[in-house]
Each structure stands twice: as C-alpha cells, then as structure tokens.
C-alpha cells in the first residue's frame, strides 16, 4: 500500500558542523551527557548545549527549566544557522509545553534532524504533521541500563545519510504479512495523550510504531483501548511493538527488568487480534538497552515472515 504523506528529509550532516543539545522537557545532569558529547567529538561534530540545557525548575515536577525557557532553547536551534541538527538529551515531561510557541515555521524552511525519544514523541508528531522527518533514537543522556554502541552509531549513519535497513529475530507473537507507509507512533503515552488534537499524527494507510515504560498493566490496557475507540487499528496497514519495560509493579512483576515484557505483550496482541496487518514484537526501539534509531514519517516496508524485515526507502 503506498503512503499518502511526501516528507521533508532533513539534510545530511558534514564534518564540522554544530548539533544543538536541548533539554525540551526533564532535568539532566552535565554527568549524564559526558559520553555522548565525547562519541558527537569523536565523529568530528560540534556538540552546542543550550542555555537552559543544564537547568532546572521544580514546579511539581523537575524540568530543565520553566516553559519560556525551553521554548527559548528549542526555537535558538532551531532559527540558528549555524546548528545543523538538534538532539534531546534526554525525554520525561514537558514536551507538551512547547507546541503553542514552537516556531514551525522556520523549521518548515530550515528543517534539521530532530534526535529524541519518550516525551520527545510529542514534538516528532508535530514535524510529521508538518510533512517533516525525525529520527526516533537514543538521547544525549546515557540510561541507567546503559546503551549499546550500535544505537548511538545507527543515529550518526543517518545523520550522515545512511538510511536504515533492520532484519531481527521473529517473535512468537508475530503475524505474517507485509505493508508499506510513513512509519509513524513513539511513545504509546505520548500518542494517547495527543488523540484528539491538532497535534494527533493521521494514521490511515501508515505503520505504526509504539514502546513504553513504567506503566501499570491496567494504564496499558487504557491507551491501547482508547486507539481502538479512535479507530486507529482500523486504519493502520502495520504495527511494530518496541520496548516495553519496567510494567506493572517491581514486586509482582518477575519480568519486571526485561526489555519486552511478556505480559505487556500479551494484552496488546489480545487486544489487536481481532485486525489483519502485519505485525512484529520485540522490535529493539525504545527505553532498553538496544535501541536501533527509527525515522519517524519516513517510507517504510515492512514484512513479517519467519523474521521481521524492516527498509526505510529512498522515496
């Protein structure tokens, strides 16, 4: 099936040139970015952190700083010339704050590669809606969990024009088939918590990619619901199932630790069982170890046999 959205790819990066560190939504310690901005020199780029990249600001929750300061820091990415792409250091929550004052117009104009995973599904929904592609991946800040180096690698090949082809291990809750379309989605709670707005993605005819973290069982049950009554699994022609970590309670959960916890797993194919497109578990994206980059409004295909087989096209 052919996709019904022409994206803007944004361009590839040279040798020399200023990537932006942002802080869009929660605190981050400079401790937390010191390997990151290592690999960003090491690849010969310029790493820029914003003014506020390092702040913070208690206001029932810890943000990097107070909604005019982020703002500010998105929008001197992206209105400065001299920044080529922009990279989240790290997602948890603000994201949201951002869409109002988020000046899309120039990105329209200058689009740059967005970096970013989590909370930052928020403002990838936003470029996708504005025909503009991003690079769902690893943030500057390094997870507890660690990160492999395939995952930061993959970020900078794409970066550098390299477009991603994947093929991964079948899992047994797999369904056969194969599809084409944008390839949209992020974090399930940030999609759920966009449907009904302006900022929701259109998700006919494209596939769709979800991952979580921390949310009780009955909470995953909730947004996969809440898809379903917004037709959302009527329209899909494919979904790929990443991360899903740290579910349910520490406690009850011997899966607890695990990347694709089983049970999470188990309520979202009951839930889709009833649909037809194609569909692959344990895709390695998402709050784990392993997380391969995806682009976010890019063409994809997708098929499911006995492995799953991912292309991004040059379309």
């Known amino acids: 099936m052919k996709n019904n959205t022409m ?3 944004p361009k590839t990066l040279e040798k020399g040139d200023k990537i932006a560190i942002i802080s869009p939504a929660g ?23 914003g003014q506020n990249a390092l702040g913070n ?6 943000y990097s700083g107070t909604e005019s300061e982020r703002i500010a820091d998105i929008n001197w990415a992206i209105q400065d010339e ?16 951002l869409l109002y004052e988020l000046d899309i117009k120039s990105f329209q104009k200058n689009p740059k590669w967005y970096i970013g995973y989590s909370d930052n599904t928020v403002l990838q929904s936003y470029f ?8 769902h991946g690893q943030t500057i800040k390094t997870s507890s969990f660690g990160v492999s180096e395939q995952s930061y690698a993959e970020v900078f090949n794409i970066l550098e024009g390299h477009l991603p082809v994947y093929e991964i291990e079948g899992h047994v809750l797999n369904r056969t088939g194969e599809a084409m379309g944008n390839l949209v989605g992020g974090n ?36 996969l619901t809440s898809l379903e009554l917004a ?15 740290n579910m349910g309670n520490e406690k009850d959960n011997p899966h607890y630790d695990e990347s694709f916890d089983p049970k999470a797993y188990q309520l979202i194919e009951e839930k889709i069982r009833k649909y037809h497109f194609p569909v692959a578990f344990g895709f390695p994206n998402g709050h784990i170890y392993h997380n391969l980059p995806l682009i976010i409004g890019s063409t994809v295909h997708l098929k499911v046999d ?4 991912l292309h991004t096209l040059n379309i």
């Open 231 to 245: 037709e959302v699994f009527d329209e899909i022609s494919g979904l790929i199932i990443g991360g899903m970590i």
């Open 306 to 309: 006995e492995k799953v087989h």
């Open 27 to 49: 605190a981050v310690e400079e401790e937390q970015l010191r390997h990151t901005i290592s690999l960003i020199e090491e690849r010969g780029y310029i790493p820029v952190l």
């Open 82 to 97: 001299e920044i080529k792409a922009i990279w989240a250091s790290r997602g948890g929550y603000g994201c949201q704050h």
């Open 128 to 135: 996708f809606k504005k025909k503009i592609a991003s690079i």
């Open 7 to 9: 994206m803007i790819r």
């Open 188 to 223: 399930l709670a940030m999609i759920y918590a966009l449907l009904g707005t302006r900022y929701s993605v259109k998700f006919r005819n494209n596939i769709l990619f979800i991952e979580d973290i921390g949310e009780n069982f009955y909470a995953l049950d909730r947004m």
């Open 57 to 62: 600001h208690e206001h029932g929750y810890l």
